[in-house]
């Protein structure tokens, strides 16, 4: 018999999670899965690992969920002074900088592996990863967590430059299906967010609405109830 | 304007009467006795000019600049106290480059010339510190365009279209106000520029002068730099030549 305190009582937050950005033609499309665990203990199911740091410039988050917040917070507190004192909104670089500074300066603290993302009127549509370390890198589509690692391949021939949004916004939802598929620290729902000139939108793909692959059985047909 | 504020004067900690903090007047006047500096703002950038003194022919040309370069897309001009001046840019440097390093972006001059300022006020609070002995006339190239600023040893800035300070400030302002800045590139600025420092500049007072100048600009590629030599040399000719046709026009010329 298990004790009644288990491991996961006392384990840390950790976000397993598939994280993605990626840049379309005319903005950027943020995507991730749901699941948080404490050990092998799905904390919440339905967490939102997407995070607004300012009204045009969103982060997603992996790796330690306290690390994450932390850092997102302090972000969002510059950006909101900094955004003041310039006297327009921030552009994504310098979101993604001062995420890194932090990222970079505490790496011997922190467990967080981030992607920047949004858009400004200067650049556009911007993607910068920030994974474990604190390097800054700006690519044109990133991925994140455990579950990236599932997807390389996948990427590497499915992705193609200046998308539309629906097909920007397809092909995020189905790399985190597929990742949440083959790895089992990412599950839940997809939620996606659409950030270009016109604003923001958010989206939300639940088990029915997210892509099959081959030997997987549809939901809503339980043997159990009949 | 000119009264002397006995026994208000002694600290810069001290309020006269009449609400005057007369040590910041004082240094006013170390740079009202220096080398005219001069800023003008054109339509597609910035022209900073200065009459630099020379007071020993010993002296290297090129020496002892009072235009310095604070970053890609900015420069400060400096009037008074050479040393002060030296501080001044020497924070305008580092505030630049720290901004730079913590939002991954190059800082807008008015923010610039906002922790300048703040910079120079705050050595106007305590005992234990002067005011600074200079005025700085900062110029530069951002995303809101091209913009001149001038810090004075108050601690107060404001943005101008046409700036002068030191000695001949009141004939540059008046030459300024005649141009027609909007209309003018600063290809036609630094002539004109270069015209105002050899008309304010008294030969009978001041013996040798060099004119220093720098600009930012589209043409610089939203650079500051100096003033490529060739136009350099074109606007000393032109500015010499409108010198001397002043001076026969006025009968100054001993004949």
Redesign the interface.
Known sequence: MEPMAGEWTSAAHSMGTTIMAVEYNGGVILGADSRTTTGVYVANRASDKITQLTDNVYLCRSGSAADTQVVSDYVRYFLNQ?TI???REA?V??A???VK?LAYQNKSFLQAGMIVAGWDK?DGGSVYAVPLGGT?LRLPFATGGSGSSYLYGFLDQAWRPQMSKDEAERFVVKSIALAIARDGASGGVVRTVTVNEHGVERNFFAGDKLPLFHEEIPPGRNSLLA | MSSIGTGYDLSVTTFSPDGRVFQIEYANKAIDNSGTVVGIKCKDGVVLGVEKLIPSKMLLEGSNRRIHAVHKHAGMAVAGLAADGRQIVGRARSEASQYLS????DI?I??LCDRVAHYVHLCTLYWWLRPFGSAAILGGYD?DGPQLYMIEPSGVAYRYFGAAVGKGRQAAKTAIEKLKLLEMTCREGIIAVAKIIYEVHDEAKDKAFELELSWVCDESNKQHQRVPADLLEEAKVAAKAAKDALDEDEGMDAD
């Open positions: 900094h004192q310039l006297g552009t670089k310098t993604a900088t001062l500074e200067y800054l | 913590f939002y991954g972006e807008p008015k923010e995303r």
